[in-house]
């Protein structure tokens, strides 16, 4: 399937024609329909499930279909990906006819759709909803409802061929379903964004538009907001793909150039500077984020509900890693970096949007934080501790991954937590949301070491054992001592030093497990710009 | 009339436009090198389903590999093939293009009635295009090679065969082989998502050496007469020189040349 997708990137998309399209502000219509028809690609059928006509893909297989579409361009999977999300409220909260009316007619049809959430003054914090949904009552019963408001930043906006709207009933906040062309509901000009620019983006405006009850997606008001809570998990995941698949053809690009551009006598793929600072610490943690979303991906499959954080912690660092890599890889060609002949400009522009849909980092640091500060004080923190536990024995049977530094990582997380607990440093929000990212990036590195110990590596996976395992010691030791000192520095700049509070980080075991550092950096490199010919 | 049964013989290959040559022992290094359909094979199979349409048929893929080659058939069948035959076996492994020619052909009898045989010209990792031919032998049917046109009426087959400095037309009765050549800007045809959903729920056959009924001695490396001595890329030819002028100043030109170059007694 990536096979045939990758093809008609190559055949259709190449980089003049996105770069045109980037250029002009426009929206590849025929390449949506080429995608969605089911002779060519068919692509949005693997959204839907197999009983509504689709072809029910897995989290795992969407994850990578996901990675693929960013590869070729985030505006793209941007579209595609709206559409799901617009069948998403129908999917998980629509009434078993609805669900094989609108998914059956998505799937059958190739039908765009929208997901209408944000409004001009409510983002992340959906409770501040204005758009208001009024009963019509015909012969005392509710025939329909008629929507007034505005929505913003909405994806596929004005080429959408549905859209779901999220609106205050008088019985809370609910989902219907809105067609293009109903009287009252109209899009506005496609936004000029500094990304993603030939994904269509508009705000819609509905004024007085009638739609009738059956639209009420779930058949019972004040649902709205549950529903939209209950995919989270599952969105922000593919959000994750597009960071993680963004950052790698950034990175790729980077380590393609670096074996053909010769500086002071050899390439520079050779030169220890360039890549141990531009080059090997991304492909370290974009690999780490590549472990943890895998590993949700598998949880959600084996049928886990929710998982809202695990969601966001792979959200936040895949989108981070994958922006930060592509900001690198802009160093990394120079002067060529900087112009718009080569894509790496392009992909920096467009996966900053991966920080900030869907949920922003900072969204996602309070959800990470507030999610574990729960199982922290449910646990008597003993949560982090049996992590660290678990991590000690994986090293005892694999010590090749790191994951001793891994578990120093997780013990420091823990004695900050508690820290912040006992001197009650929460009710600072700047305190809570540092403690979501170190939290995202010590649960990230554990599961990088699970995977890294495995007998056998994910298809995903490019490097042989000895080149990820390297990759994955280079992130541990990274996080032990990332966690540790930043750690101390939020608590003491927030609270009292309390006696015992950073003997029991141990920063002294961190440091030690520093050694070997270099010769790890050393040993990615070489085997990273061997991965990556030159085109 | 019973429908047309064609066979088309694929390959699972490196994907060599990603594969790099060890510069001290001449080998691939094909560690984390992607396995594709061997393209020519995949213009091979393209053109029976081509023929399918046109005519009805029953197309069926076969392969000799490692249970992964499995990969090349879903493929095929994703694209619309109707059956497909993995040869899996141990006592095949080290198989040269004759024994593979031999297990090949032994695999294409049992089937029964064949009509067409399609192979690609050659692999694009070994490159030797003496596999179809080699089939072709064994089953004591014609063959046309490296052609990119085949058409069928009334049981006869006409075939545009490549050569040197431009094609011939070339007629042969059923059954026959033809080796396929794609055209300079052929490009893979991919199946959609929703036909390779379809494909993974059609049945994949595996047979074996002892299920084709293939002789252990005319099998696998004791079948091989062909023994690899070593492997290099060969030097690279030097650039030619073009002259341009009359035909009399061109002509002075090489008398120099030959003359300099003492190829000429005074």
Known sequence: ?535 | MNPMKIVVCVKQVPDTTEVQVDPQTGTLIRAGVPSILNPYDHFAVEKALELKAEHGAEVSVLTMGPPQAQAVLRLALALGADRAMLLSDRLFAGSDTWATSYALGRAIRKLGRTDLILCGQQAIDGDTAQVGPGIAQNLRIPQITFCDQVEIEDRQLKARHHIDDGHEIVQARLPVLCTMTPPQDYRPRHPSFPRVVQAMGKVLETWTALEIGAEPGMIGLKGSPTQVDRVYAPPQKEKGVVFTGTAAELAGRILDILQKENFLTP
């Open chain 1, 1 to 535: 399937m990536l096979d045939s997708l990758r093809d008609y990137a190559k055949r259709r998309l190449p980089y003049e024609e996105l770069r045109r399209l980037d250029r002009e502000n426009e929206f590849p219509a025929d390449v949506l329909k080429e995608l969605y028809d089911p002779e060519i690609l068919g692509i949005h059928l693997l959204l839907i499930p197999q009983e509504y006509g689709g072809l029910g893909g897995s989290t795992f297989d969407i994850y990578r279909v996901c990675e693929a579409l960013a590869h070729i361009d985030l505006g793209v999977a941007t579209s595609v990906f709206a559409t799901f999300l617009g069948s998403d409220p129908i999917r998980v909260g629509g009434t078993e006819e609805q669900r094989r009316f609108w998914l059956g007619k998505i799937a059958k049809e190739r039908l765009l759709a929208a997901y209408g959430a944000t409004e001009p003054d409510a983002g992340s914090d959906l409770v501040a909803l204005s758009t208001r949904a009024a009963h019509v009552v015909k012969n005392g019963k509710i025939a329909g409802y008629r929507i007034t408001g505005n929505k913003q930043w909405i994806s596929n906006g004005g080429v959408a061929d549905l859209a779901v709207i999220l609106a205050l009933a008088p019985g809370g906040p609910s989902w219907f379903v809105v067609e293009k062309g109903t009287e009252g509901f109209s899009a506005n000009a496609h936004e000029d964004k500094h990304g993603i620019r030939l994904s269509n983006t508009c705000a819609l405006a509905l004024d007085d538009v009638f739609v009738p009850a059956e639209n009420l997606i779930g058949g019972v008001e004040g649902q709205g907001l549950s529903q939209a809570q209950a995919v989270f998990g599952y969105t922000r995941l593919m959000v994750a793909a597009f960071g993680l698949g963004a950052g790698w053809e950034a990175l790729e690009t980077a380590i393609r150039y670096s074996r053909q551009r010769i500086q002071s006598g050899g390439p520079l793929s050779q030169k220890q500077g360039y890549m141990l600072k531009l080059i090997v610490p991304h492909a370290a943690r974009l690999e780490a984020a590549r472990a943890f979303i895998e590993d949700t991906a598998h949880r959600l499959d084996a049928g886990k509900h929710g998982l809202q954080t695990e969601g966001s912690i792979a959200k936040l660092a895949a989108t981070e890693a994958g922006n930060r890599a592509a900001e690198d890889a802009i160093q990394a060609l120079g002067g060529y970096g900087y112009t718009k002949d080569f894509p790496v400009e392009k992909i920096k522009r467009d996966v900053k949007i991966t920080c900030i849909y869907e949920g922003t980092s900072e969204m996602m640091e309070m959800t990470v934080c507030r999610g574990r500060w729960q199982e922290h004080l449910k646990s008597r923190g003993t949560y982090y501790e049996e992590q660290a536990a678990a991590l000690d024995r994986l090293h005892a049977s694999c010590p090749t991954v790191g994951a001793d530094s891994a578990a120093l990582a997780l013990r420091a997380l823990n004695k900050i937590l508690e820290e912040c607990r006992l001197q009650r440093l929460t009710r600072h929000q700047h305190v809570t949301m540092r403690l979501g990212e170190y939290i995202a990036q010590a649960e990230t590195c554990a599961a990088f070491c699970r995977a890294a110990s495995a007998d056998h590596y994910s298809e995903t996976v490019r490097f042989d054992a000895q080149t990820w395992q390297a990759l994955c010691r280079i992130h541990a030791r990274e996080t032990a001592a990332d966690i540790c000192l930043k750690g101390a520095k939020l608590v003491l700049g927030a609270g009292a030093m309390n006696p015992g509070f950073a003997d029991a980080l141990g920063l002294g075991a961190i440091l030690a497990k520093q050694a070997g550092a270099l010769e790890d950096q050393e040993l990615a490199m070489k085997k990273l710009a061997e991965s990556f010919r030159s085109r």
